[in-house]
């Protein structure tokens, strides 16, 4: 519509002024705003229905007053360009798409879907990478299942870029296996070392790893036959929040040195795993840096903790998982103006209850 309203708006101006100013020349614009917004065919029509309006336009003009054969050689040459320039355009948003494609199969790959209720938990997840085109980044997040129970990851690897998703990749790798065979969340952890050297010296062999790889990990495990029980062990982040009815507080972890860091410490021994109750409608909240260093306009960073007890305690059934990284993820953007300068990664986890049982606090308070 707009390139044909602009063609019959250059018609009815020139004809209502007067022949001190003619603009019927300006019908070489029409293609041109097709070529922008139209597909070729759609291009190439206006690409010739533009000089054939010209030569009719101006035939209806008494003779002295007709612009003549430059100008209609002119529209003609400037509908030739524009469907070119179109062709230019669509082929490079369909690479683009591909583009975008395949960005989104890598994330699939990484990210691996969840199906509802996988391991016995109820979770949810909100990934947001600091390139919002490439779609991916540093962040990772798995919920493994095994013979000794259900085990969750989240992590962060240090840098951004393809080399950080490669990285991902590989301790995705290591964990799936990991945490389907292993019995202890410290083996896991040492199975994640050995996986991260593997990785880079590879890519050091290959000439493509510049700088040094690490990555901060979460290990949560909920072993079978303790229902109200959950192990933690952390490698360099922040430890997780548990948000319930009755509030929030933090599941303190010593930690550890990140994954990818032991020769800073040869002498260090095993891991600590924190053993800690987790009762039914608590649930288990990992984040990222991304969340915990946005900034607003001061340079605040934002108060999770604070942030969530408040709103729990406004509304006890913000602890079910979905809601939880739902309203997390649009405070984190509200508090940062939408601006996020770092891979982004909210992860909510929470035992399924046994059949027949109400998880507690999922009823909203009265309003």
Known sequence: MPPLLLLAGIVVVDFWTSRDFRILSWIVLVPGIAAAICGVWGTAVFAVLAPLT???????????FQAGLPDLVLAAMGGVLATLA?????RGEERMLHIEDVAATIRRTVLRPLPPGWGGLEHAAVYLASDSEARVGGDFYDIQTGPYGTRVILGDVQGKGLGAVEVAAALLSTFREAGYHEPDLRTIAARLEV???????????LGREDDDRFATVVLVGFPDGEPETVEALVLGHHSPLVIGPDGVREMWCR???????????PSAGPPPVLRAPLRYGETLLMTTDGVTEARDGRGVFFPLAGTVADAVAADPGLAQ??????????STLRHSGGHLSDDTTVFAVRRIPPAGEEQPGDRRSPS
């Not at 010209?54 to 002295?64: F, G, K, M, V």
């Not at 996986?195 to 062999?205: C, K």
């Not at 998982?321 to 649009?330: A, N, Q, S, T, Y």
């Open 54 to 64: 010209y030569i009719a336009a101006d035939a209806l003009l008494p003779h002295q």
């Open 86 to 90: 179109c062709v230019v355009r669509v």
């Open 195 to 205: 996986g991260l050297e593997r990785h880079v010296r590879m890519r050091a062999a």
């Open 255 to 265: 930690a550890h040195l990140p994954v990818g860091m032991r020769e800073l410490d």
């Open 321 to 330: 998982p979905g809601r939880l990284v739902d309203f997390v993820r649009e």
